[in-house]
């Protein structure tokens, strides 16, 4: 098997630049494009351990780790341990991924693959697994950021009427500044399958007109607990308020089944 060392070194670098640059993106991290850079061709370098049969002890995994560290701590200096901690994870982790993607390529491709090394892997094939890498990290992070700032503005609130209490989660929506007309009482949204065991015809009503941005309007029927609670975690606030009633759901994945107004808070 013919091995062009200039050319294995520079695809390294490429892959290690990538891998890196990632990680610090994902943690939000100042990158510094030198010293990234000088991390990715240490790391680049570190490949001739798998060509030279005289350097195989370096390929053992004690020294890859070492190497590993190496580049952490080049490309990002010293944050701390348990920083420093969470960054070499989260490398490792997507060289992992990036490796395995490589490796569901090559088999699919009947080439050759032993313990050592991916071998006659075409090089377009490569960046294809890079872009395949970033898009999927790329779409994860932006994912769990979105359900991070999610669950942010998700509150526990408990609906109390007379002998009854029921427990829903609520989602603070700021847009939504409903108030009922008669009593000016802020309105909170709630899937009307909440109150399913509960005779709503015990309660007096309310009809709540509404006007959407596409400039369609209705009104929705509500009526009104004796109080709600909010949890807003340290602190625990009790407000009047008019229970308007949603048949649909207001989540697909039921994070949450009540909408607050912003009057609320």
Same mark, same amino acid.
């Given at each position: 098997?013919?091995? =062009? ?22 943690? *939000? ?113 932006? =994912? ?13 609130? /408990? ?69 709600? *609670?909010?949890?807003?975690? *340290?602190?625990? *606030? ?15 994945? /039921? ?11």
């Amino acid at each position: 098997m013919v091995v =062009y060392l200039d050319l294995l070194i520079l695809i390294n670098l490429i892959v290690n630049f990538f891998l890196l640059y990632i990680t610090g993106r994902t943690l *939000k991290l100042m990158i510094n494009f030198k010293r990234i850079f000088l991390g990715a061709f240490i790391g680049s370098i570190y490949t001739i351990t798998l060509i030279y049969p005289c350097l195989s002890i370096f390929s053992t995994l004690y020294f890859k780790l070492i190497v590993a560290v190496v580049l952490v701590y080049v490309s990002f200096g010293n944050k701390g341990i348990i920083t420093d901690f969470k960054i070499l994870c989260i490398f490792i982790l997507y060289s992992m991924l990036l490796a395995g993607i490589c490796m569901f390529i090559q088999y699919n491709r009947y080439s050759y693959v032993n313990s050592a090394m991916i071998t006659n892997f075409p090089y377009q094939w490569l960046f294809v697994s890079l872009m395949i890498c970033y898009i999927t990290i790329d779409r994860l992070v932006i =994912y769990i950021k979105d359900r991070r700032d999610l669950f942010t503005l998700v509150y526990e609130v /408990d609906i109390i009427f007379k002998d009854k209490e029921k427990k829903v989660k609520a989602f603070l929506d700021t847009g939504n500044e409903l108030r009922e007309p008669a009593t000016n009482l802020p309105v909170v949204i709630v899937e009307k399958s909440v109150f399913d065991s509960v005779n709503l015809e015990e309660f007096g009503k309310f009809y709540i007109p509404y006007r959407v941005i596409n400039g369609s309007n209705g009104k929705l029927l509500g009526f009104k607990p004796d109080i709600i *609670k909010i949890n807003f975690g *340290k602190e625990v *606030k009790y407000r009047e308020v008019i229970i308007a009633l949603c048949q649909d759901k207001l989540s697909q994945l /039921d994070d949450y089944h009540a909408l607050l107004s912003r009057g609320v808070i």
